[in-house]
Antibody, heavy 122, light 106 residues
Framework: QVQLVQSGAEVKKPGASVKVSCKAS????????MHWVRQAPGQGLEWMGR????????NSAQKFQGRVTMTRDTSINTAYMELSRLSSDDTAVYYC???????????????WGQGTLVTVSS | EIVMTQSPATLSVSPGERATLSCRAS??????LAWYQHKPGQAPRLLIH???IRATGIPARFSGSGSGTEFTLTISSLQSEDFAVYYC????????FGQGTKVEIK
């Protein structure tokens, strides 16, 4: 069965960076795009960006451009999201989510990781 | 950026009753709309895509309708497990979510 397992909770200081991992299993990793979505406390869901596991090509929401780096390691079926120059506004649960489309990009998501809480506090 | 607006923010419904949730897009998105259910401490669950197509395994009491800028999610007879927050998401242009509608027990 498809599973996306994320790394554990992180506590970071303002100005630092955080890197969250998402290990996929139960399907061919390179056949589906992977997205990153976050949810700040009391807020809704916010799409951050996506990566093409095959080529490593990425696109991100304008809000995060210059601060987010998405990478992948196809040898271990794992996607990564690194967010730099953290502020308290970045305190959120970060999710990886698999694109629904098989070998194409549709931008809605059928499988999600369990979420990783990132807390930014001095 | 396409802005998605959901209403109401909170919907109080008794078990067995019908719930109707609305979602409006700031510009036409055709039928490029998905609905998700989100419970505390869990990952969101895809319910509907292409405005009206139920995802695999989703019960028939969930139905979606609409196109263009106005969309509706209907839960025909609320079960205890349906009390959650529901989000709409447009994917006409990247992917933006509404702020959510919380369905709570009346």
């Amino acid at each position: 069965q498809v599973q996306l397992v994320q790394s554990g909770a992180e506590v970071k200081k303002p100005g630092a960076s955080v890197k969250v991992s998402c290990k996929a299993s139960g399907y061919t990793f390179t056949d589906y795009y992977m997205h990153w979505v976050r949810q700040a406390p009391g807020q809704g869901l916010e799409w951050m960006g996506r990566i093409i596991p095959n080529s490593g090509g990425t696109n991100s929401a304008q809000k995060f451009q210059g601060r987010v780096t998405m990478t992948r390691d196809t040898s271990i079926n794992t996607a990564y999201m690194e967010l730099s120059r953290l502020s308290s506004d970045d305190t959120a649960v970060y999710y990886c989510a698999r694109d629904y489309g098989y070998q194409l990009l549709v931008y809605y998501f059928d499988y999600w990781g369990q979420g990783t809480l990132v807390t930014v506090s001095s | 950026e396409i802005v998605m607006t959901q209403s109401p923010a909170t919907l109080s419904v008794s078990p067995g009753e019908r719930a109707t949730l609305s979602c409006r897009a700031s510009q036409s998105i055709s039928s490029n709309l998905a609905w998700y259910q989100h419970k505390p401490g869990q990952a969101p669950r895809l319910l509907i895509h292409d405005a009206s197509i139920r995802a695999t395994g989703i019960p028939a009491r969930f139905s979606g309708s609409g196109s263009g800028t106005e969309f509706t999610l209907t839960i025909s007879s609320l079960q205890s497990e349906d009390f959650a927050v529901y989000y709409c998401q447009q994917y006409k242009n990247w992917g933006t979510f509404g702020q959510g509608t919380k369905v709570e027990i009346k």
